[in-house]
């Protein structure tokens, strides 16, 4: 079994040397760090991913309003009242 192209023996040595350098006591704070760390990474990728999508909603919208077509304003009537001069 191959993790990140580590095996088993690897993985296990790696674990052993964190368990030295930071202790029993810390390796509960350590994990949950890592496990809110991990979480807010996930929780930032699929904002951006959000954000994609929902550029592309408003591209359609704008599609959308640009082809309703309006019918043009009725022309309005000037009457014009002409005197004439009296001699």
Known sequence: MK???LGVPELLI????ILIIF???NLPKLGSALG???KSLRD???AG???VEEADDEEVEE???VEEVEE???KKTVKRVVKKKSE
Do not use: N
């Open 3 to 5: 993790i990140f192209g």
């Open 49 to 51: 991913k959000k954000q």
């Open 72 to 74: 043009p304003a009725p």
């Open 44 to 46: 930032g990728l699929g």
């Open 36 to 38: 809110k760390t991990v």
């Open 23 to 25: 202790g029993p006591k």
């Open 14 to 17: 790696i674990l052993v040397v």
């Open 63 to 65: 599609v959308e309003e």
